[in-house]
């Protein structure tokens, strides 16, 4: 009965407000100065602007084929013309956006307001939300006088067209991402790795470096899950630990993440819309610098506080000394199953003689999750404290995100004429990239520069491009700056990437004393700040690979 009233009094309190939103979304579709660009008229849907660039997809219909794109698959420059000689170009308005910020200005506010942060910790909560904002994205879709531009065909609102988005958003690009983490997720929570090193300076930076070395093979999520309790542990005897933490988020919840698509969302959503497996491999050097760079500050910065600790901490640090154990290394096998039916397994595609169907990939790395879970003992997963709450966090929250974050980006392809003159370099993509990740989440910010990048390159363009599975390409230049920007500086603040909030909440179970949001912040803007900067010193290096 409690729960109902609370139902009752939420839906008093905000059903004017979304009555009088849904009543502006509907309305918009008709008015140009709100759903199209102002002084511009719509046009059929067979002029619409270039299509979303193609992911792997689980069906290729002919009827997916853009008109007006040349032999090397990208949108033609012609537009037609109206009476002004303006091109005639659809764009969802900004009001049709709203969903999508405000399930991301959600998460990054909300947690943060003392009278929100109980009720917002609930998954039923942030899934409510999540699916409130989609309903009203799919209505927009349903009631616009046009269709979405990768279905030519749909030339109007209506039910297609919801289907189309609910397939393009759900079926190829929120199953397998959400499969993907889940299956890392799940795997890494059966490995228990348990000691307590000597917690000196070079203990915790061979942790840090071991640390980031994995995450591309194990995800960030199963890297930090893995390591996060063994460094605690380590550093039990110690007060000052704080700086170790937020270095561990940097190395292993983000940066060291760079090198395979299950490294880190974004570069996974980067694979699902064509990026060759291998492609981010490619990202080594920069890896490779801005990790022996922050190990090397780390060090410094840790040997400078290890004088500050007492002598009686030191005593028992050097006494109470345990050898490392690893438990549950099984699992390694089924993770590194996981990575080969990533990697193999392409829906359309011939692997051993056999064509992969849809969601084969899913179906597969599902059933090592099986494996896993039934020859893991279940006192692994207890010792570990393992339960499902933060991957029903991811999965509640970005279904609603996949969904509404198709205006965005239908909006910033459709706009790629204008921004080009604005985004129009690798150091632009990089910052651009990365500022958004910081203050968003990397995995959409990614999606939706990597649109932009894809719709804005020509096949006259100078500089070497990545040819795309679906079709299309991106001037590689640029997507090495928006694989780098979205994944390094998703390190930037709690909620740039889903592993930073969980190594903050286990780090504070533990007993530790974390920084507020803000104060996380004047780390990351004093440490990784300058870094960056330094990266952007030497893009001529970094972004040409």
Same mark, same amino acid.
């Given at each position: 009965?409690?729960?109902?009233i609370?139902?009752?009094?939420?839906?008093?309190r905000?059903?004017?407000?979304?009555?009088?939103?849904?009543?502006?979304?509907?309305?918009?579709t008709?008015?140009p100065?709100?759903?199209?660009?102002?002084?511009?008229?719509?046009?059929?849907?067979?002029?619409?602007?270039?299509?979303?660039?193609?992911?792997?997809?689980?069906?290729?219909?002919p009827?997916?084929?853009?008109?007006?794109?040349?032999?090397?698959?990208?949108?033609?420059?012609?537009?037609?013309?109206g009476?002004?000689?303006?091109?005639k170009?659809?764009k969802?308005?900004?009001?049709?956006?709203?969903?999508?910020?405000?399930?991301?200005l959600?998460i990054?506010?909300?947690?943060?307001?003392?009278?929100?942060?109980?009720?917002?910790?609930?998954n039923?909560?942030?899934l409510?939300?999540?699916?409130?904002?989609?309903?009203?994205?799919?209505?927009?879709?349903?009631?616009?006088?046009?269709?979405?531009?990768?279905?030519?065909h749909?030339?109007?609102?209506?039910v297609e067209?919801?289907?189309?988005?609910l397939?393009?958003?759900?079926?190829?690009?929120?199953?397998?991402?959400?499969?993907?983490?889940f #299956? =890392?997720?799940? /795997?890494?929570?059966?490995?228990?790795?348990? &000691?307590? %090193?000597?917690?000196? !300076?070079?203990?915790? $930076?061979?942790?840090?470096?071991?640390?980031a070395?994995?995450?591309?093979f194990?995800?960030?999520?199963g890297?930090?899950?893995?390591?996060?309790?063994?460094?605690?542990?380590?550093?039990?005897?110690?007060?000052?630990?704080?700086?170790?933490?937020?270095?561990?988020?940097?190395?292993v919840?983000?940066?060291?993440? #760079? =090198?395979?698509? /299950?490294?880190?969302?974004p570069?996974?959503l &980067?694979? %699902?819309?064509?990026? !060759?497996?291998t492609? $981010?491999?490619?990202?080594?050097?920069?890896?490779?610098?801005?990790?022996?760079?922050?190990?090397?500050?780390?060090?410094?910065?840790?040997?400078?506080?290890v004088?500050?600790?007492?002598?009686?901490?030191?005593?028992?640090?050097?006494v109470?000394?345990?050898?490392?154990?690893?438990?549950?290394?099984?699992?390694?096998l089924w993770?590194?199953?996981?990575?080969?039916?990533?990697?193999?397994?392409?829906?359309?595609?011939?692997?051993?003689g056999?064509?992969?169907?849809?969601?084969?990939?899913e179906?597969m790395?599902?059933?090592l999750?099986?494996?896993?879970?039934l020859?893991?003992?279940?006192?692994?997963?207890?010792?570990?404290?393992?339960?499902f709450?933060?991957?029903?966090?991811?999965?509640?929250?970005?279904?609603?995100i996949?969904?509404?974050?198709?205006?965005?980006?239908?909006?910033?392809?459709?706009?790629?004429?204008?921004?080009?003159?604005i985004?129009?370099?690798?150091?632009?993509?990089?910052?651009?990239t990365?500022?958004?990740?910081?203050?968003?989440?990397?995995?959409?910010?990614?999606?939706?520069f990597?649109?932009?990048?894809?719709?804005?390159?020509?096949a006259?363009?100078?500089?070497s491009?990545?040819?795309?599975?679906?079709?299309?390409s991106?001037?590689?230049?640029?997507?090495v700056?928006?694989?780098?920007?979205?994944?390094?500086?998703g390190?930037?603040?709690?909620?740039?990437?889903?592993?930073?909030?969980?190594v903050?909440?286990?780090?504070?179970s533990?007993?530790?004393?974390?920084?507020?949001?803000f104060g996380?912040?004047?780390?990351?803007?004093?440490?990784?700040?300058?870094?960056?900067?330094?990266?952007?010193?030497?893009?001529?290096?970094?972004?040409?690979?």
């Amino acid at each position: 009965m409690k729960r109902l009233i609370t139902i009752r009094q939420f839906r008093s309190r905000c059903s004017p407000a979304a009555l009088l939103y849904l009543a502006l979304v509907c309305l918009g579709t008709s008015m140009p100065g709100i759903y199209a660009e102002d002084g511009l008229e719509p046009v059929p849907a067979e002029q619409a602007a270039p299509a979303e660039p193609a992911g792997v997809d689980n069906s290729k219909d002919p009827t997916q084929e853009h008109e007006g794109e040349g032999d090397e698959g990208h949108p033609s420059e012609e537009r037609p013309e109206g009476e002004h000689g303006k091109a005639k170009v659809q764009k969802p308005g900004f009001l049709a956006m709203m969903p999508f910020i405000t399930i991301l200005l959600g998460i990054a506010i909300l947690p943060l307001i003392h009278a929100t942060e109980h009720i917002w910790h609930k998954n039923q909560v942030k899934l409510a939300v999540s699916a409130a904002m989609a309903i009203i994205t799919l209505i927009y879709y349903f009631s616009r006088g046009y269709g979405v531009p990768f279905h030519e065909h749909l030339t109007h609102g209506g039910v297609e067209t919801v289907k189309a988005i609910l397939i393009h958003s759900v079926l190829d690009e929120y199953i397998p991402f959400i499969v993907l983490l889940f #299956s =890392l997720f799940t /795997i890494s929570g059966g490995i228990r790795l348990t &000691g307590d %090193l000597h917690a000196s !300076p070079a203990t915790n $930076t061979i942790i840090l470096g071991i640390g980031a070395g994995i995450a591309s093979f194990v995800g960030t999520t199963g890297a930090s899950m893995l390591l996060i309790r063994p460094l605690l542990q380590t550093n039990r005897q110690r007060k000052h630990v704080t700086h170790t933490i937020v270095f561990f988020i940097f190395l292993v919840s983000n940066i060291g993440g #760079s =090198l395979l698509p /299950i490294g880190d969302p974004p570069l996974f959503l &980067g694979y %699902l819309y064509g990026v !060759p497996f291998t492609w $981010t491999l490619k990202l080594f050097v920069p890896w490779a610098f801005v990790v022996c760079l922050l190990l090397i500050v780390y060090f410094i910065w840790d040997t400078r506080m290890v004088k500050k600790e007492t002598v009686e901490a030191m005593r028992r640090n050097d006494v109470q000394v345990q050898p490392l154990r690893l438990r549950g290394a099984l699992n390694f096998l089924w993770l590194g199953g996981v990575i080969l039916a990533v990697a193999f397994l392409v829906p359309g595609k011939a692997f051993a003689g056999i064509s992969v169907k849809p969601f084969m990939r899913e179906g597969m790395q599902l059933l090592l999750v099986a494996i896993a879970w039934l020859t893991t003992r279940a006192e692994l997963r207890k010792d570990n404290q393992f339960s499902f709450f933060a991957i029903a966090e991811v999965a509640a929250l970005f279904i609603g995100i996949f969904i509404t974050m198709q205006v965005p980006i239908e909006y910033l392809r459709a706009s790629s004429a204008d921004l080009s003159g604005i985004v129009n370099s690798p150091v632009k993509f990089f910052w651009f990239t990365g500022i958004l990740s910081s203050l968003l989440d990397n995995a959409p910010t990614y999606a939706v520069f990597f649109s932009l990048g894809s719709s804005m390159t020509d096949a006259s363009m100078a500089g070497s491009q990545v040819a795309l599975a679906g079709g299309g390409s991106i001037l590689e230049s640029w997507l090495v700056a928006i694989s780098l920007g979205a994944v390094f500086m998703g390190a930037n603040t709690y909620i740039g990437n889903g592993p930073n909030f969980m190594v903050k909440s286990i780090a504070e179970s533990s007993g530790r004393k974390m920084p507020s949001f803000f104060g996380y912040m004047v780390y990351s803007i004093g440490i990784l700040i300058p870094t960056f900067v330094i990266v952007t010193l030497l893009g001529g290096i970094f972004f040409n690979v």
